[in-house]
């Protein structure tokens, strides 16, 4: 597989959904740190496209408003539990339909459980020559190998991040972490470790 950021991906707008309730803010950064440190982490990785971040919060998470945000050039969207997944993918949706002449897009969705927006980003990916890249959480619940598949089959090449490191500029996972994250799951589980969840969810297409 060529590397996706020697191609038409490497100038290609790169749409970035983030949930900020899952994925919040590390202490000591605040929104423009953050933004600065995502189009870095990007950049690094070859990414030159224009950028934009679009946070998703609780309702009541930032009670002092969200101007933090805008001065930094995010528009927060505030939705709550439920709510935020579908407005997120929703918001997804919409970045194909906006950037469909543009042809070549990079999607970043940055989430507690990227595997709520497998649907979507599959659909998507059938359609239009779209790059997807991902972060989440490094404590955060992870699928085992076998339900996790199709996703990573839709992931760019070393194209996902702790968000602790997105958020602070730094490196995507790498293959040596990537086995060890596979590798703990397997001593945790011996049988296949998440078949009761994807039981319910991936008839109901995620979240
Ligand atoms: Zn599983």
């Avoid at 749409?15 to 600065?36: H, Q």
């Avoid at 439920?82 to 407005?87: D, G, H, Q």
């Avoid at 990537?178 to 008839?203: F, I, S, V, Y």
């Amino acid at each position: 597989m060529p590397s996706p950021t020697s191609s038409k991906f490497a100038k290609a707008k790169i749409g970035v959904f983030w949930d900020v309730k899952e994925c919040p803010i590390p202490n000591g950064l605040d929104p423009a740190t953050i933004y600065r440190n995502i189009k870095s982490s990007l950049a690094k990785k070859g990414y030159h496209g224009e950028v934009t971040i679009t946070p998703y919060c609780d309702t009541n998470q930032f009670p002092d408003g969200p101007d933090e945000f805008e001065s930094a050039g995010m528009k927060l969207v505030p939705a709550d539990e439920t709510e935020r997944c579908r407005t997120m993918s929703c918001d997804i949706c919409f970045w194909f339909s906006l950037d469909r002449k543009d042809k070549y897009t990079n999607v970043v969705v940055i989430s507690g459980d990227n595997m709520d927006f497998l649907t979507p980003l599959e659909y998507f990916k059938q359609k239009f020559p779209v790059n997807v890249l991902l972060a989440q959480p490094e404590n955060a619940w992870r699928w085992c190998p076998k339900c996790r598949k199709p996703l990573e089959d839709l992931v760019a090449e070393s194209g996902e991040w702790f968000w602790e490191s997105l958020a602070a500029g730094g490196d995507s996972i790498t293959e040596t972490q990537r086995e060890e994250l596979l590798g703990d799951k397997r001593e945790e589980d011996n049988t296949d470790c998440c078949d009761w969840r994807c039981g319910d969810e991936q008839q109901g297409g995620g979240c």
